[in-house]
Structures are given as structure tokens and as C-alpha cells.
């Protein structure tokens, strides 16, 4: 097609093609020069109250752990209760042999029947000694005696009902029952053992009411005192207990220089005495704080930044942070609540670069 054309024309079309081809090229060039947006997720920074902590780790002490103890002599003749078992408070854990106070409870019974008789035979004989008096057939004396003997016949029955009412109470001790709610924590006799009294039988725990032990370091032993709220956690449960300080012990501990921080747990499901526990002391609230993700902090040269996002655009701001909790940040300076920032792809941003939003801002959970 081009051979009927003159040399020069064929020169000429041939440089315009090269020329059209070159700024096409040149074009394709800073298309792929020009960096994609960056895709971030965002937040709406909120205000929220933020408490000022001081957080420790210690140790739950059990304050009802009893070791239940014989009350009298005897033999062990079942053990009810094993290590690990509950047990509730009134129940049956350890028998002792009841033999011999069976023997003594059948002799005071005996004697109370005695004596029962002996004053019922007292008893006739004085009424019928006081129809003879009437009659002069005996004298005022002789009356008196049958009286007395009557009276003191009623204080030796009194003294052997009470006689009986002591060995039928020791007898009752052969049967050794759970004084708490609990878990048995250690057995201490075994079958045939033959005990004295005051001889430990078993040991039960209780998790009704424990104490948290919290060691704080010296140097805020002064801005520490009872009734402030404190925060507990411990690993054996899902439950926070919000107590407050009981008390602090009045010296500081030699090996650790800290102070003992005491706080009550009552009652409380999965709480086991011996177990650690996290303690957030709240010495002071920060209100109407406005708090982001920490993720959406990132440090650049001029200091902690943030990027709020406007219209596609990323604008860097420099902050003050104050409070750190729970993976949020507090902003003293620099950003205001309502404002949208960056928070996933934050760390690649620059001033003023496009972004593509990957999900609708969300509010910063308080």
C-alpha cells in the first residue's frame, strides 16, 4: 500500500507512528510509577473514663481451711470422706468406735432408773408418814427425816439425768461431722487407727471466703490505703470480683521490700485458695478520655502520629499519649473524639496518601 508513495512521505509517517508510540509507552510508564492506595481499616475515636492502675500479682489465702480434730478417745472405724470429696457442713466423715461410751450411757440410764424408783418409794412413804402425823400416831420428827431423805433422793436423780446427758453428748462425738461447706484437702487417719483427743483426723478447705495477698513496691506504700477499689483476676476463674483494700499490713516485708496489700473474696464460684491473682489497685480515673486502637499509633520521626482519614486522604497528626489499657491508647493531644483514623495499614501511610477503606469507620469499644 505504501509502495506509490514518495520517499519523504514515507519518512514522515514513519517518524509520527514512532512519536505516537513513544507517548503511548511514556504513558503506561506513569501509570505503573503511580502507588495504588493503600487499603486501611478505620475507627472512630471515642471519649471514655479510664481508670489510673497499679497492678500487682499475688497469692488467695483460705480463711476457713479447718483441721477437724477428735473430740474424744476412740478407734477410727470408717473414714467417709477422701481427699478431693465435697463435703457440706453437718455431714458424716469419720466414725469412731462408740463402744465404751454405749457401756457408760447404759450404766447412767441404769442408775437414773435406780434412783427413779427409790424416790417414787420415798414419795409413798412420806404421804403416808404425813396421815399418821396428823393422827398423833408418830411424831413431827420422825416426818422431817422422810422428807430430807425425799430431797436428797431428787438431787442424786437430777445429778444422774446429768450424768447421762454427758455421755450420751460423748457418745454423739464418735460420729465426727463436717463443720463448713468445703473440699477435703488431706486425710490424716487411716482405719484402726486408735486417736486421742485433740489427735487431727482430716483437713477440709472452704472457698467461701478468701483473702488476696497483693505486694506493691515501697515506693507507693503512701498513696495506698483501705477502701480504694481493686480489681481481681485469677486463672482458676472467668470471673472478675471487684473488691477493695481491706487492709495493709503494717510492715514492709524484709526479703521483697513491698508492701501487703489485702483484699476479701467471698463467695465466689472457681476461686481456689493457693492460687495466683491479678490485682489492678484503682488509684484515680482519667474522664472523658479519648482513647484509638494501638494500632492505629505509629512512630515517625517527628514523634507518635496518628492518620485521620478524610475524603480518601490520609492526614498525619502529630499526639501526646497518655494512658495505656486493654489495647487502647489515650490521646491527650492532637486528636479529637468523632474523628476517623486509620488503624490496620496505619504503619504504611504518609501524609496526605490515598487510601481505600477496607470496611465502614467503627466506634473504639469503651
Partial sequence: MFNHLPLNKLLTLGICLGLTLSACSKKDDDAKKTPAPTLVSTVTAQTTNLEIREEAVGTIEGLMDPTVAAEVAARVTKVLANPGQKVRKGELIVLLDATDYRLQRAEAQAEVARLQALLSNQGRLVERNQALVQKNFISKNALDDLTTQQAALKEQLAGARSRLDSVSHTSSK???????????EKQIVSVGDYVKVGDPLLQIISSKRLRAH???????AATLQPGLKVRLNTPTSPTEVISTIRELKPLIGSNNRAVDVIADVVDEPGWQAGASVNGSVIMGEHENAVVV?????????????VYVIKDNLAQQRIVKTGLRQAGKVEITEGLSAGEVVAVDGAAFLTNKAKVNLQQPAQQVKP
Fill in 214 to 220: 497483693l505486694p506493691y513496691p515501697e515506693s507507693i
Fill in 174 to 184: 464418735t460420729h465426727v461431722i463436717a463443720p463448713i461447706d468445703g473440699v477435703v
Fill in 293 to 305: 486502637p494501638e494500632q492505629s499509633l505509629v512512630l515517625r520521626p517527628a514523634g507518635e502520629v
